[in-house]
């Protein structure tokens, strides 16, 4: 079973710029988590959808960052524009029900200088 | 707000010692717990789990206890091997949502 898989792994960008993530959720999995990971913290949930519908964003700085599963299966988190602070590990993982454990990929570096 | 902790940053253990591993939640509605274990450049790897209704539960080298009453959470790794040494979460689950602690890593000398 091909796990979850995210691009980039890595990525520099100076502050003010913009910058795109994406995730591709294990096969059949209804919920998608977006998360950041600030080094040294546990993860923090971003937003998460089940399906493509929107379940929780109460954490997402709605003011910068936007994120979106049109079709269900893929999905793409932007922060525009960027700030130092947003320098952290983006996580994305899936599960097949809400609850039940979640699968991560590996996640993307971002550096913001 | 609600938040789940744990109580050492840092633990280091000799190999083939066993590991301990604490975590204190606050959320008494969480019903679903689950250990993660996350290695440099990685993302989380699932461990174990165990549900609220339960008070124990064990797999390969690991066992998990949940005390309900004080509401706290262990990881008990058996017989440490230098490849168990990552960072360890624990999360807990309810409404859907998944929120994880800070985490404890885990060094192991050979």
């Known amino acids: 079973e091909a796990g979850v898989a995210q691009s980039p792994r890595y990525k520099i960008i100076e502050k003010r710029q913009s910058v795109a993530f994406w995730c591709n959720p294990i096969?059949?999995?209804?919920?998608l988590y977006w998360y950041q990971q600030i080094l040294g913290q546990g993860p923090k949930l971003l937003i998460q959808?089940?399906?493509?519908?929107?379940?929780?964003d109460s954490q997402l700085p709605k003011d910068r960052f936007s994120a979106e599963r049109l079709k269900g299966v893929d999905s793409t988190l932007k922060i525009q524009p960027a700030k130092l602070e947003d320098s952290a590990v983006y996580l994305c993982?899936?599960?097949?029900?809400?609850?039940?454990?979640?699968?991560f990929g590996q996640g993307t570096r971002l550096t913001v200088v | 707000g609600e938040s789940v902790g744990l109580h050492l940053p840092t633990l280091s253990v000799q190999e083939g010692d066993n590991s301990i591993i604490n975590c204190a939640y606050s959320?008494?509605?969480?019903?679903?717990f689950i250990w993660y274990k996350q290695e440099s450049g990685k993302g989380p790897q699932f461990i174990i789990d165990?549900?609220?209704?339960?008070d124990k539960r064990q797999g390969q080298r690991v066992t998990v206890l949940l005390n309900k009453t004080v509401k706290h959470l262990s990881l008990q790794i058996a017989a440490t091997q230098p490849g168990d040494s990552a960072v360890y979460f624990c999360?807990?689950?309810?409404?859907?949502?998944?929120?994880f602690g800070q985490g404890t890593e885990l060094s192991v000398k050979p």
């Open positions: 993982a899936s599960s097949s029900e809400g609850w039940t454990e979640a699968f």
């Open positions: 096969s059949g999995h209804a919920t």
């Open positions: 959808f089940q399906n493509n519908g929107v379940v929780d």
């Open positions: 959320n008494s509605a969480s019903d679903y």
């Open positions: 165990i549900r609220s209704n339960m």
């Open positions: 999360a807990e689950a309810g409404g859907g949502k998944l929120i």
